[in-house]
């Protein structure tokens, strides 16, 4: 009995998230806990099958609401909304990181993997230490602060919705630049993600350096060519048949 009285004595007591203050609101309730500063983590290019993962950390004002009107899930905003939002956040925001794996690393280590280790990173570069973070989706074990996965953290919190603004534009932006090299993929419109237009693409050139051999689409594009996949990346016999029957990306 005593130790259940300790337990609920040491407990913080609940924070109350306010409606009105929409995307903000959760970050502002750790705030007003001493949990501040709030650091937001995101993605891009998980399920692409080429180019680099690209990961971000940002850190807002609470009181800064009111500048980023309009900050929501990157993805659900016109590319140039993005842009101007990616200006805003770069000169308002406290402090940010962006890490990007290239594909080689996202083979090695596989893109679950490498995107916990971005995140790792992502937030260990923050010259600003949090307090807290919050990360879109799943638990990341291992940061140098106290977390929490949050369900559509792009669209919950407002500054998961900045990381995800900074890290999908760098990685627009590096797929633009490998456009100019690998003209023939199209990687400029679809930015390596899995489209109709991607796929014809594959299968008629076969995969280049920068796509990822442990996508199972990517694989099947290069046995085809009579391809040999790179030394980073070691298909099973079991993975090779998944393959060979049309199996969907990792």
């Not at 001493?34 to 993605?43: C, M, Q, R």
């Not at 940002?58 to 009181?63: E, S």
């Not at 633009?176 to 693409?201: E, I, Q």
């Not at 040999?228 to 079991?238: D, E, I, K, N």
């Amino acid at each position: 009995m005593t130790e259940m009285l300790t337990a609920e004595a040491l407990r913080p007591p609940r924070a109350v998230l306010r409606r009105d203050t929409g995307t903000w609101s959760l970050q502002t309730a750790l705030h007003r806990r001493g949990l501040g500063p709030v650091a937001g983590v995101d993605e891009a290019g998980r399920g692409a099958c080429a180019g680099p993962l690209v990961i971000a950390s940002c850190v807002l004002r609470p009181g800064d609401a009111a500048r980023f009107d309009g900050l929501t899930d990157s993805k659900l905003m016109t590319a140039a909304a993005r842009d101007r939002m990616y200006d805003l956040v770069l000169k308002r925001a406290v402090d940010h990181a962006v890490v990007v794996v290239p594909a080689a690393e996202v083979d090695l280590m596989g893109v679950h993997v490498a995107n916990i280790e971005g995140m790792r990173r992502a937030v260990a570069r923050l010259a600003t230490h949090p307090g807290y973070v919050l990360v879109d989706g799943f638990r990341v074990p291992g940061l140098t602060a106290p977390s929490m996965p949050v369900l559509k953290g792009d669209q919950a919190a407002a500054c998961v919705a900045a990381a995800s603004v900074l890290a999908k534009v760098t990685r627009d932006r590096i797929m633009g630049r490998l456009h100019g090299d690998l003209p023939a993929y199209g990687f400029d419109v679809h930015k390596g993600y899995c489209t109709g237009v991607h796929t014809r693409a594959l299968r008629e050139h076969g995969p280049s350096h920068e796509h990822r051999w442990s996508y199972a689409n990517v694989a099947a594009a290069g046995l085809a060519k009579g391809l040999r996949a790179p030394h980073r990346v070691a298909l099973s016999v079991a993975a090779a048949a998944v393959v060979q029957n049309g199996g969907s990306p990792h």
